[in-house]
C-alpha cells in the first residue's frame, strides 16, 4: 500500500522548468522602416501564396559570390528545396542548419549564379542609424517542416 501522499504526487503534472531569459533591451528610436504599401492586394491574390515552414539540412556560400548563401531546405515533401538568399552578410551559413524557417515555396524557380533557387526566404529588414539590419525569419523547432502559414 502507497502513503496518501505518493499517490497525490504521482498524479500531478510534472512541474514545468523556469527558464529565465535576460531580454535583449533595444532603442527603437534610431529604427527607420519603409513605409506601408497604399495599394491593396485582394485575399484571392494573396491566398495564391504559399507559405511553409521549412528545415535548413544545409547552408553554404555560393562560390564566387559574396552576398549569397544556399540553403538546402526539409519543405515536408520527399525532395529536397534549394532557396539562393542574399544574407551572407548577416549570417554565417554554419548558425543556419537545423533552423525552421519561413519560406514563401510556388514562386517561379530563378536561376542564380548557375543554381536553380526555388522559392524565397522571409527576413524583416529596417534601417538604423543609416545601416541595413535584417533579421531572417525564424519560428519554433517544434513546427514541422511543410506547415503551412495562414
Known amino acids: 500500500m502507497k502513503p496518501i501522499e505518493e499517490g497525490k504526487r504521482a498524479n500531478r503534472a510534472p512541474k514545468a522548468e523556469t527558464v529565465q531569459e535576460k531580454e535583449e533591451v533595444i532603442d527603437f528610436s534610431k529604427v527607420e522602416i519603409e513605409p506601408l504599401f497604399e495599394e491593396f492586394v485582394d485575399f484571392e491574390t494573396f491566398s495564391k501564396s504559399d507559405f511553409r515552414a521549412v528545415k535548413v539540412l544545409a547552408c553554404e556560400a555560393v562560390p564566387k559570390s559574396k552576398k549569397l548563401l544556399k540553403f538546402t531546405l526539409n519543405d515536408g515533401t520527399d525532395k529536397e528545396r534549394v532557396i539562393l538568399s542574399g544574407i551572407h552578410a548577416y549570417y554565417e551559413p554554419e548558425e543556419l542548419v537545423g533552423k525552421t524557417l ?10 542564380m549564379m548557375g543554381t536553380e533557387s526555388n522559392g524565397m526566404l522571409l527576413s524583416a529588414v529596417h534601417n538604423e542609424e543609416g545601416e541595413e539590419k535584417l533579421n531572417l525569419l525564424m519560428v519554433s523547432n517544434k513546427i514541422p517542416a511543410g506547415a503551412k502559414l495562414y
Open 102 to 111: 519561413i519560406a514563401i515555396t510556388n514562386l517561379p524557380p530563378r536561376a
